[in-house]
């Protein structure tokens, strides 16, 4: 062949390889960028819906974000939910302040009902609708929850016993639900049972894990309560009644 003709071949192969480079990058760019579905609004304008942070956290448009399971007011759960925007440091490091309580106290003994402490968990309750933009990352689905279309009022984050997250959205989603703060002295404190445990425990994370309040209970209208404490952020004017409760719980009343 001369020399002309290997030069012709040599052209071709070169823009071959070129073209399937271009491909594989194309390929490459089509699978880590998001496919994206417009927003929906999820959940009841006057209900409260709430956001339960895992210990997983997932790089969205540049950013470390948390991942968990969100709450509808109606106890609908969907899985696979990040929170991006507003707040997503303060969450992540609530979390891992939660975890890192846990390890700690977890297997201990409360010192007050001689009962063993349990897990506790952080959720983050937003009141009304939340604006969600699914998509696709990796094949996989997620609900992107946009934080940043959400009135910071209208967001507070809490911790209760990991077994009772159900319980406390459908609490605070029910009429007639009161929140409530423990006494010192309450009874509450002595009770062997998780109740009595949980309500001590809340008080210790407040202690040890700077959160500002706990000792508080959600007391429904059959009577029953489910003790809770604040985390240090969010804290929206709207659940000023949750985050900083007026009203005692009085046992025989």
């Known amino acids: 062949m001369c020399l002309g003709g290997v030069m012709v071949a040599l052209k071709y192969v070169i823009i071959g390889v070129v073209a399937i480079v271009v491909v594989v990058i194309a390929l490459a760019l089509i699978l880590q960028t998001p496919h ?6 999820f959940g009841s304008p ?9 210990d997983q956290t997932i790089n ?3 950013n470390t974000d948390p991942t968990g399971t969100l709450i509808l007011n109606n106890g609908t759960e969907i899985k696979n939910v990040i929170w991006d925007g507003q707040y997503v440091n303060t969450i992540i490091q609530n979390h891992n302040q939660i975890v890192q309580l846990n390890n700690r106290f977890v297997g201990q003994t409360d010192p007050i009902n001689g009962q063993q402490y349990v897990p506790l ?3 983050y309750v937003i009141k009304g609708q939340v604006p969600i933009e699914q998509v696709t990352i990796n094949g996989q ?3 992107v929850i946009d934080a940043n279309n959400i ?13 009772w997250i159900n319980n406390f959205v459908a609490a605070m989603n029910t009429q007639g639900t009161i929140p409530e703060r423990l ?9 062997t049972n998780i109740t009595g445990t949980v309500a001590y425990q809340t008080l210790e994370y407040e202690v040890y894990g700077g959160y500002p309040a706990g000792g508080y209970v959600l007391e429904l209208s059959n009577r029953p309560i489910i ?3 604040v985390t240090t952020g969010p804290l929206g004017i709207s659940f000023s009644n949750f985050t900083a409760p007026s009203q005692v719980y009085n046992i025989s009343s």
């Open 46 to 54: 006057s209900g409260y819906e709430a956001f339960v942070p895992n």
């Open 151 to 163: 009135n910071p009022a209208d967001i507070a984050g809490f911790y209760t016993y990991q077994g």
């Open 227 to 229: 003790p809770y404490g």
């Open 183 to 191: 006494p010192g002295n309450s009874p509450v404190y002595d009770w």
């Open 121 to 123: 968990q952080d959720l």
């Open 36 to 41: 994206r579905v417009p927003v929906q609004y």
């Open 141 to 143: 689905t997620y609900y």
């Open 60 to 62: 969205y448009n540049g």
